[in-house]
């Protein structure tokens, strides 16, 4: 997505907030025990790091199972990162915190702990 | 079930779902099992995609079966090219909810994983699909691509087995897919989940030739064709050559046609060939063979009937040079377009080539007499079981459209032709053994009617004349016991 190719537009005065800003979506199938682990543990990640800056919507398959399409949606639960761009997904109940910060590129790749 | 094991007399046959796919379901008695999941597996372009797609076709277009399509390889308009280029368009099919394709991209460098999780999503997508359509079918092709996207196989592992379980419990006939792999007949082992029924695929090249082989490794509850068979895919799809299968189902037809040969009519009843038989003509070389086919191909072009010429030895204008050296000339019947010579050398391509060539040249020239020369050379090409195959294949099919047809079959042994074809001649109606006798230092050709179903016909060996007026058969001169050929016959029917 790299914006050289592209016509190079006056930058909008929002593209720095946009860059800030989180749009998650979080895919569970129905109430079980690991679908409100990976909601709460989306939430403490969110209010830790992302205070302000985030918006989080939670799609239940079982109510909307066509939307596991759209979003290539296999493992359950799975985290998407919608904004900002590039697109990330995040299989998993997100307990590793570690990597879900790392998937959410709110931590350095080589977080290698010696 | 330990029990079924030591009683099997009891076991009931189980339901089936045909495939629609020529010769298949004649291998697997009736199609796959119903219900139930069955693992199609072997190397990259080996025909696994086309065979899963031709069994959801055929199931929502002749079987009132919808179907569902689960791709984890090619998006779908890629599989929607793909289908189309072999007249299997899915997208009809698609618009009237007869069909549902779905494409499951795997980008393996997108995903991190963070903790626990297991494959409700894809569950809850095939779900969503297979109510959508009303399927009674499933294709996955191939799951094995998960182990790429995500990393813990153990869960991959956990929830493969759950999902073939879910299959089962959903009721429908599925076709899981899976690549060849080193250890085991699929690369993650799918075998282990999904033993109702295993078919293997195989594309492999024998001597620069492409040949396909289909082989049911597995069929529980069920007989099954164990042997490998070769099978084809063309502009039609894929159909599969069963090695033992014969329809003998034909119609026959009392009707009689020339053999070209006036000696050679006379010798079976005095009238030829029965219409829609298949003749045999072996003998080694240099015996006369392709004379006997050229006359036999010429006279149906005399009555005006359409003729298709395969040659598998000689081009087309060799052909006709060398035949009209024995007074034959079968230019005016090229030109009339009542004959057509195919030339091609049989290691041109498998198989499986020649044999939908000859398929679609019959089905497009509708000859009522055809010649393949020789049916031999064809076994360099293949090992002779499928020779055998292709054959029985080739003969049937032109049996149900009441074509005669003449094989002719190049035989090294001199002595005893009978023994190198005896497997073929099974399958022919009528045996003709040409020999060249070497005796009193000279050679005779000399021909002999080893059988001919249906028919009176002589039993003795005629002495066998290729000469620029045609071809002469003469008749036994017996003397003292003894039937006289070559220059005996002569020096006798002269005596000094």
Not at chain 1, 27 to 47: F, P
Not at chain 2, 15 to 25: A, E, F, R, V, Y
Not at chain 2, 236 to 244: D, H, K, N, Y
Not at chain 2, 364 to 388: A, F, M, Q, Y
Request: glycine letters at 10%.
């Amino acid at each position: 997505m790299s914006p050289k190719s592209v016509r190079r537009a006056p930058k909008p005065r929002r593209t720095k907030k946009a860059a800030d800003f989180f749009e998650l979506r979080l895919y569970v199938a129905g109430q079980t025990a690991r679908s409100l682990t990976a909601i709460a543990n989306l939430q403490r990640i969110c209010d830790q790091h992302l205070e302000g800056r985030y918006r989080m919507e939670v799609i239940d398959l079982l109510d909307r199972p066509q939307l596991a399409r759209g979003d290539q949606i296999l493992a359950l639960p799975t985290l998407v990162r919608k904004l900002p761009e590039p697109i990330r997904k995040l299989v998993g109940d997100l307990s590793d915190t570690e990597r879900a910060l790392v998937g959410l590129d709110l931590r350095p790749r080589s977080s290698g702990k010696s | 079930m330990p029990k079924t094991a030591t009683r099997p007399a009891l076991v009931q046959p189980i339901p089936k779902s045909p495939t629609g796919i020529q010769g298949l379901d004649e291998i697997t008695g009736g199609g796959l099992p119903r219900g139930r999941p069955t693992l199609v597996c072997g190397g990259p372009g080996c025909g696994k995609t086309i065979l899963s797609m031709e069994f959801l076709i055929n199931g929502a277009r002749k079987f009132g079966e919808p179907g569902v399509f689960l791709s984890f390889e090619e998006s779908i308009d890629d599989l929607t090219a793909n289908f189309a280029s072999l007249g299997l368009d899915p997208r009809p099919l698609s618009a009237r909810k007869k069909l549902s394709l779905d494409y499951v991209r795997i980008e393996p460098n997108e995903i991190q994983e963070t903790g626990a999780y297991d494959l409700d999503g894809l569950f809850i997508r095939l779900d969503h699909a297979i109510n959508s359509v009303g399927a009674k079918r499933v294709v996955l092709d191939t799951i094995e691509t998960l182990f790429s996207g995500l990393s813990d196989t153990r869960v991959l592992r956990a929830e493969l087995r759950r999902l073939f379980d879910w299959l089962r419990t959903k009721g429908v006939t599925a076709i899981v897919t899976g690549e060849r792999g080193d250890g085991g007949m699929t690369r993650h082992g799918l075998e282990e989940y999904i033993t109702d029924c295993v078919i293997m695929l195989d594309h492999r090249v024998v001597e620069q030739n492409a040949t396909r082989r289909l082989r049911v490794v597995k069929y529980r509850g069920s007989t099954h064709g164990a042997n490998e068979s070769p099978f084809f895919i063309d502009e039609s799809g894929l159909s599969v050559l069963p090695i033992a299968s014969l329809g003998l189902q034909h119609k026959v037809s009392p009707g009689r046609l020339s053999t070209g040969v006036q000696d050679l009519d006379a010798m079976l009843g005095k009238k030829g060939y029965f219409r829609g038989s298949s003749i045999l003509v072996s003998g080694s070389a240099g015996t006369g063979k392709t004379s006997l086919a050229g006359y036999f191909a010429e006279a149906a072009c005399r009555r005006r009937e359409p003729a298709l010429y395969f040659a598998f030895e000689e081009s087309a204008a060799q052909i006709v040079r060398n035949l009209r050296s024995i007074g034959l000339d079968l230019e005016p019947c090229l030109r009339k377009s009542l004959l057509q010579i195919h030339a091609a050398r049989p290691t041109t391509s498998g198989l499986e080539g020649h044999l939908s060539a000859m398929h679609r040249l019959i089905e497009e020239n509708k000859p009522r007499v055809v010649v393949v020369d020789p049916i031999s050379n064809l076994i360099s090409v293949g090992t002779s079981i499928e020779v055998k195959a292709m054959l029985a294949r080739l003969i049937d099919f032109m049996k149900v459209k009441e074509m005669t047809a003449l094989f002719t079959s190049l035989t090294i042994d001199d002595g005893h032709p009978e023994g190198t074809d005896v497997g073929i001649s099974s399958f022919m109606d009528t045996w003709l053994v040409l020999r060249n006798i070497e005796m009193n230092g000279e050679r005779t050709r000399t021909l002999d009617v080893i059988k001919s179903r249906g028919m009176a016909h002589s039993n003795q060996v005629r002495e066998f004349l290729l000469t620029s007026k045609g071809l002469k058969l003469l008749g036994v001169v017996r003397h003292e016991g003894r039937v006289l050929i070559g220059s005996e016959r002569t020096a006798h029917a002269e005596p000094r």
